[in-house]
Structure formats: C-alpha cells, structure tokens
C-alpha cells in the first residue's frame, strides 16, 4: 500500500492496539502499511512504547544486567583483537594511486593572495596554516581598515558603509568601510531599522510559533495522560 494512502477505520484502531507493544515492523506488516507511514501516523496521534517493551530485549536498547543474545553474538570479549591490529598504514590493491602523497595539496588548494567571494563578501588568502576557513581567508574589507588603523578594537567589527557594499577589488576603500561595535551592527540590522514591514511579519512570525508550540505541548500532555 502507497505511504500516501489513506488510514481506514480499522487500520487506525489496529496501529493504538498494536504499536505499543510490538516492532514497528510487525505493526507494519500486520495493518499492511509501509513502515516510515506506520511511524509517521504513530508520531501524528502521539502513540508511544510501552514501558514493558521498552523494558523487553525486543526494544534493542543496551540496559544493564540484561544480555541479548543479538548482541551477545557480536560483542567483543576480555582478550579479542580488532582485524586491523598491527596492520597501520594498510593498503588495499588499487588504492595506492588515489592515496594523498606527502606535500601533495588538494585540487582545491589556492595559493597566497589569491581571492574569493564568500558570503557576498571579497576574501584574501593571507597564510596557510592548518584550522578553519577564518583562519586563512581574512575579508579584504578588514584588510584595507587594518592596513591603515591597525589591529581591529575588541568588540567591534569592520563594515561597509550603508549602501556602499561591494566585492570589487578596486573598489574596496577607506571611504567605502567603517569600523563599529557588534552592538552598533546588531542595531543597524534588526528588522525594525531595516523595514517596518518585515518587523511586523518577523513579530507575527514569532506569535505564530508560539502558539503552535503551545498546541504541541497540549496535544502531548493529553496524549501522556491518555497512555497512563
């Protein structure tokens, strides 16, 4: 039966008696039904395990003092070795042409000075030391800020000037930049001083999640209390 079917009567009475206490999969294939649609139906009513067979070995959870005999059989024992011990550096045939070669640099590798667009943003390749991204590629607006001021001040941030964004090259120059707090930046860019219209919808925005959050924990305090 397609996922997208609809539920019958008497499958939805068979998935409450039956997916408490029983795999997903014997659910699903008792009521006839695929097994995420078995999930996905079960997650909608708020349906939950059992806590005997969350107890039971059936439940697949490692609890202690309990041994399944599933997971007895792949357990490693006092004094087992993995199957790779002693072989570092193994090869299989074949993979030795695709191996990285020392001093080798992915084909992705840029070297110094070179630039890139990121985020909208011009960035420059000062250095290629090991770390993230941030660590090797420095905006090149900050660049030309700290070239003439020097080191940027704690809390602050280097930005372009309203209206005055670009990423050419040439075109990135002390009149265009400015440095300001992170605070001054958050300010500039809220909603409110951005547009009025997109406050209210990013305030209506959040009233809507709300109360949709509100409904979900309803919804599933009523379903706990209908399980116990």
Known sequence: ????????????????????????????????????????????????????????????????????????????????????????????EGSKATQFQQGQKPHTWMPIGSHRIAMGNLERKVNDLPGGNHVRWHPVHRLVWEAAHGPVPAGHIVVFRPGMHTAQLEAITLDRIECITRAENAARNHPRNRSPELAKLVQLKGAITRQVNRINREADQVSQGAST
Request: glycine fraction near 8%.
């Open 1 to 92: 039966m397609s996922r997208r079917a609809p539920w019958t009567p008497q499958q939805l009475r068979l998935l409450r008696e039956l997916y408490p206490d029983l795999l997903g999969e014997t659910v699903a294939r008792e009521i006839g039904r695929p097994l995420e649609s078995v999930y996905a139906k079960a997650a909608e009513l708020g349906l939950r395990k059992s806590e005997a067979f969350l107890a039971s070995d059936r439940a697949g959870r490692i609890q202690r003092g309990k041994h399944s005999p599933a997971m007895v059989a792949t357990q490693f024992r006092r004094g087992d070795s993995p199957w790779n011990k002693g072989l570092k550096g193994l090869c299989y």
